[in-house]
């Protein structure tokens, strides 16, 4: 069952524009959210979280978004490197469990 | 510092056989995560391992078995392959387990299975 949905599998933008990424989920049990970014050949890497109680994070480049009524987050990138390039993953946890739960991943090319 | 590390990188075997991948979790974290990731879609949970014992399972078969030793690196065994089980192996190692600590990933593990 695919409780998180990436339903954009990928994202083409200019290099120094907003990147926006969506992710969608089901579970209402869900109270934590996580993004991971993975270039070819290496493991996914963390790269911002954040928790229910809380509807936006911000680190750097990078904010995510959390709408708990829509069941809905978003990643945002600003300004958008080709460095940014990569696939980009959705997770999500409920505190009962020690699982995550992946989408299916959106791939960003910015282009110089 | 040494990150996860996994072996082997790649692997081919053929169905009815049996494999075995290894992790080694980042230094400091006693807590491995097992993930399979086939193409075109995000790693899927097998299973967690903390002080040894398997703590939470995902929906795979019974197939699917894993251990985690005194020096919290683990293995994941696959036995009587199918082709289906070609995927991307991914360990993934945290500090105390649980969906809210970090998970640090390895580069994965490449089965093919022929």
């Known amino acids: 069952d695919q409780q998180v949905k990436q339903n954009s599998p990928s994202l083409s933008v200019q290099e120094g524009r907003i990147s926006i990424l969506n992710c969608d989920y089901t579970?209402?049990?869900?109270?934590?959210f996580l993004w991971y970014k993975k270039y070819p050949a290496e493991g996914p890497t963390f790269l911002i979280s954040i928790s229910s109680i809380k509807d936006k994070n911000e680190d750097g480049r990078f904010t995510v978004f959390l709408n708990k009524s829509a069941k809905h987050l978003s990643l945002h990138i600003v300004p958008s490197q080709p460095g940014d390039s990569a696939v980009y993953f959705c997770a999500a946890s409920a505190r009962l469990n020690n699982d995550m739960r992946f989408g299916a991943g959106t791939r960003l090319t910015v282009k110089p | 510092d040494a990150g996860v590390t996994q072996s082997p990188t790649h692997l081919i075997k053929t169905r009815g056989q049996q494999v075995t991948l290894r992790c080694s979790p980042k230094?400091?974290?006693?807590?491995v995560s097992w993930y399979q990731q086939a193409l075109g879609q995000g790693p899927q949970f097998i299973f967690q391992?903390?002080?040894?014992?398997?703590?939470q399972r995902g929906n795979f078969p019974d197939r699917f078995s894993g251990h985690q030793f005194p020096n919290y690196s683990s293995e994941l065994n696959v036995n009587a392959l199918l082709l289906g089980d070609s995927a991307l192996y991914l360990c993934?190692?945290?500090?105390?387990?649980?969906?809210?600590?970090?998970?640090?990933f390895g580069p994965g593990t490449r089965l093919t299975v022929l």
């Open positions: 230094s400091g974290h006693d807590t």
């Open positions: 579970n209402s049990m869900f109270d934590y």
């Open positions: 993934a190692s945290s500090e105390g387990g649980g969906g809210y600590n970090e998970q640090f």
């Open positions: 391992y903390y002080e040894e014992e398997e703590r």
